[in-house]
């Protein structure tokens, strides 16, 4: 990414979420306008209508898994494209408003991943309150302080979150596994991805042309064959009726690799549709590895073979 994109970046706020986290850790948001919005969709209705040049979102979570609101905005609607991957850590808090007690909780307000990531706590420590759910974690932990959020008399935040809202902590660091993350993207407009660095990740969605049995098989064998490893894939309804599915795929690489860009053109001539998401760095750094055979010089020596024989010189 550089300076040439647009000075304003969105995020899922309000302010104090983890998203914005995501976004400030970025060089791009240095100096740049950032722009809270209430939901996913809105952050990326943003992109796609020029108001801002790109939107943090919530992609997947260790615990919970994908965020589908994400997803579905990414394999319906005008494309966007994935510039950047963040990872960040989640501390989860109780906090409530100035004076409350924990035994005096009835009712709390969180986004659901969060409150998911907190289930066996809640259940240990306050098995009468009931859950009510948030856009965001900052948005409960906003409602809470300004007395909303139905009735909430905590929120489950961060608590930086809490220090931003004016709320105090009535417990810390309350996620059931302690070593949760969450990864956020970068949505921008759709445009030439950065160049490959050895540790890339690429990201389409894929719409099976007909169902059949195999048809999912005879997908991941495009992968398989040229060493391409998966590190995610979803299914998701498409909206055309039950049993209508796309599948959301990650995949290690760049589309410029030969193995991965084979893989892909291979997706394009089996399936109905294949959205290119984005090719991006890696927020953990890891290469993908390669089995004999894949490597990028294996691909090259193949060509060369191929051509010297269709011209007789094989």
């Known amino acids: 990414m550089t300076s040439s994109l647009p000075r304003r970046y969105a995020y899922l706020g309000p302010e104090g979420t983890f998203a914005e986290t995501a976004l400030r850790s970025l060089a791009e948001s240095s100096g740049a306008e950032l722009l809270p919005l209430e939901t996913v969709e809105d952050a990326l209705q943003a992109v796609r209508d020029g108001t801002v040049g790109g939107a943090v979102v919530p992609f997947e979570n260790s615990v919970e898994g994908a965020v589908t609101g994400t997803l579905d905005e990414l394999s319906s609607g005008s494309p966007l494209h994935i510039a950047r991957e963040v990872l960040v850590p989640v501390r989860l808090s109780l906090l409530g408003r100035p004076g409350i ?31 009510r759910a948030a856009t965001s974690t900052a948005e409960a932990a906003a409602a809470v302080a300004r007395c909303e959020a139905e009735t909430a008399d905590a929120a489950i935040a961060s608590a930086s979150a809490g220090e931003r809202y004016g709320l105090v902590e009535l417990a810390g ?97 089996c399936c109905e549709e294949v959205r290119f998401c984005g090719s991006y760095p890696r927020a953990d750094g890891g290469p993908a590895g390669s089995r004999p055979g894949t490597a990028e010089s294996d691909f090259a020596a193949a060509e060369a073979w191929l051509a010297r024989a269709r011209h007789g010189l094989g």
């Open 173 to 269: 660091d309350i996620s059931d596994r302690r070593q949760a993350v969450t990864r956020f993207i970068l949505a921008v407009p759709p445009g030439p991805p950065p160049p490959p660095t050895g540790a890339d990740r690429t990201t389409v969605v894929t719409f099976i042309a007909d169902d059949h049995p195999g048809a999912l098989l005879e997908l991941l064998t495009e992968f398989a064959v040229r060493g391409v490893n998966l590190t995610r894939i979803e299914s998701r309804p498409t909206g055309h009726g039950l049993g209508r599915y796309c599948f959301s795929i990650d995949c290690e690489g760049h589309i410029a690799d030969a193995r991965v860009g084979e893989a892909l053109a291979a997706l394009h001539r």
């Open 101 to 131: 007690l924990l035994d005096a909780v009835r009712v709390i307000a969180s986004h659901p991943h969060a409150t998911a990531q907190c289930r066996h706590w809640l259940r240990d420590n306050l098995p009468g309150a009931r859950v």
